[in-house]
């Protein structure tokens, strides 16, 4: 019985137009075409956009397969498919909501889907706001992370001192939590930082060995660093906001303090 070889590993990062990428514009372009053919509520109009989303969800199914049975696992893809899918479901769903309806249209007043429900989804694709950062090579340390991160805060907060301290990370082995020394008071200990003279900025740590062995890298010759923070807290810390629901409030005159 003959053996099909292994596909060959390619270092695809930079390839643009893949079958995989073109399959994730295909969803892209889809967005406008259902958003137009959704504004018709007629039944035919409905089972026509049915399926276009069908062959959308297939096509996003069928590109992640394709990219990585082929090793094609491309930087744009990455990007590019994620986007793909958001546009594609919540452009739906706002449609859906959208839709005319009333008696002369033999289209009942009751949303096919209920407004709550998209608030909600869109919602939590919002709410999830982070700044994540990570780096993998050959010979990356724990020294690579904390000037990484010594030049980030330096850059965002001024001359402050940076400490790591040990913590845990389910993805992360060594984990740390990253303060920053606390500019009201300079490290002597205020109110802000509760007497400590630090503030708490990010959580961070080395990849771990097993998240590498699970993408198919050696994690005898790879290590790498990683780092998050939700950027509401970064925003505390720099504009010296104590609380942080005021970021969704929507308070005009707040939101024109902190206007970037
Ligand atoms: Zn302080």
Not at 34 to 53: H, M, S, T
Not at 140 to 165: C, N, P, Q, S, Y
Not at 179 to 187: A, K, Q, T
Not at 202 to 216: I, K, Q, R, T, W
């Amino acid at each position: 019985m003959a053996v099909e070889p292994a596909p060959p590993v390619r270092n695809a990062a930079n390839l643009v137009w893949t079958t995989p990428n073109l399959l994730s514009l295909f969803r892209i372009l889809l967005v406008p075409v259902l958003v137009y053919i959704l504004r018709d509520p007629g039944r035919l109009a409905g089972a026509v956009a049915a399926i276009l989303f069908v062959v959308g969800s297939l096509s996003d199914y069928y590109d992640g397969y394709l990219a990585r049975k082929h090793g094609i696992v491309t930087t744009l893809g990455k990007f590019l498919d994620p986007l793909a899918d958001k546009l594609l479901v919540v452009s739906v769903l706002i449609m859906l909501v959208a839709m005319p309806c009333g008696t002369e249209l033999e289209v009942p007043c009751t949303p096919r889907v209920p407004a709550w429900l998209v608030v909600l989804i869109v919602g939590r694709e919002l709410a999830v706001t982070g700044l994540r950062g990570m780096a993998s090579s050959e010979g990356i340390t724990l020294g690579d992370l904390k000037g990484t991160l010594e030049a980030m805060m330096r850059e965002l907060f001024g001359d402050v001192r940076v400490r790591l301290r040990p913590s845990f990370f389910p993805y992360t082995e060594p984990s740390a939590e990253v303060d920053v020394s606390c500019r009201n008071c300079g490290g002597s200990g205020c109110g802000t930082c509760k007497q400590t003279g630090w503030l708490e900025i990010l959580g961070s740590g080395m990849v771990h060995p097993a998240v590498f062995e699970a993408v198919g890298y050696d994690p005898e010759k790879y290590t790498g660093f990683a780092f998050g923070v939700g950027i509401e807290r970064l925003a505390l810390r720099l504009y010296g906001i104590d609380d942080i629901r005021m970021f969704y409030e929507n308070d005009l005159r707040f939101l024109q303090q902190v206007a970037l």
